[in-house]
């Protein structure tokens, strides 16, 4: 694979910034990267383990003669962080994110943005529960989806460009626009992650099962919803916090299915519960027809971090 950026800065250095560094070096395609994060304690660790080639303590420093600037924070700090490096952009340089939610993560950053650099926001569909610089692993974006959001009248030389990198960090690559986008993520992300949360939280609030009695027999299901329940909560608060429109239309439509399957058990409709359930299990199989997961037991989860 060829270098497809000279320098790369990222900003943040968690798991998905130290999951891009250790990608695109598996593939050489960048020509340097330069990594900076908010905190001395993350970026003595970054520098320690070398998940970039430089590790720099401001964002003006890391931003410096970058072609690729790659913003790796939380959405709600998505703006501040552009604000600050905003003047240090070399122009002709591409701006991204990897954002979990689009809409407000542009409108938060555009504003600031020169124009003289190319914007393109951009989301991996890929994670963890894990954080932090040392949570990251090259594999992490094979073969699963990387959405571009790109902005109108984007450059289509710097799109393809992009494209580019994720495909060589092993991504598929889809074109969607922000509004889409986070629809379809408040069905596949978003609302799901409320969900566990709140499965979590119910368990944890009942009086009758003990919490040794969840832990140990957690493998029925609810191991997984503990799982996605440990992800990290400053992420989640801003997801939420910036995909409030799409994350609450898809609550809405889950509450009246959740009654309707309530009033199905209490009434004895075995039918409609049998109906249900066998148009969700077509879903599950498309999913792993995709490729998108295993069939395994546990999920194929077993082994990863
Ligand atoms: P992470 O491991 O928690 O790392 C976050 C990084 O952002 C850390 O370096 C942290 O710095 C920095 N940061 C936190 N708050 C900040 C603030 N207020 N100002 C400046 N920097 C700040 O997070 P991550 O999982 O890599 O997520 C990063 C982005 O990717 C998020 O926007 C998230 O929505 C998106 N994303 C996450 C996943 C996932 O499953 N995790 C998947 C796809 C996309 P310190 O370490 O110094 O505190």
Known sequence: MS???DRVALIGLGLIAGSM?????????AGEIVGTARSAETRTIAAEIGLCDRVVDTVAEAVANAD?????????????VAAEMAPHLAPGATVTDVG???????AAVAPHLPDT?????????????????????????DNRWCLLVPVEGTDDAALGRLRALWQGMGANVDVMDAEHHDLVLAVTSHAPHLIAYTMVGVADDLGRVTDSEVIKYSAAGFRDFTRIAASDPT????????????????????TEELFALQRAI???????????????RAIRRGIIEAGQDTSAADFGRGGKP
Do not use: Q
């Not at 560094?21 to 395609?29: E, H, Q, S, V, W």
């Open 68 to 80: 690729l600037v790659v913003l790796c924070v939380p959405v709600g700090a998505m703006g501040a």
């Open 266 to 280: 209490r009434k004895g409709d075995g039918d409609h519960l049998f109906d249900y359930f066998t148009r969700t």
């Open 117 to 141: 650099v190319h914007f393109i926001p951009a989301h991996p569909l890929a994670g963890t529960e894990h954080s932090g610089p040392r949570s990251g692993f090259a594999e992490l974006f």
């Open 21 to 29: 560094a250790l990608a695109m070096r598996r593939a050489g395609l």
């Open 235 to 254: 992420m989640w608060r801003d997801v939420f916090l910036n995909n409030r429109d799409a994350t609450l239309e898809i609550l809405g439509r889950f």
């Open 100 to 106: 979990s939610v689009k809409a407000g993560v542009i």
């Open 3 to 5: 270098v497809t950026y």
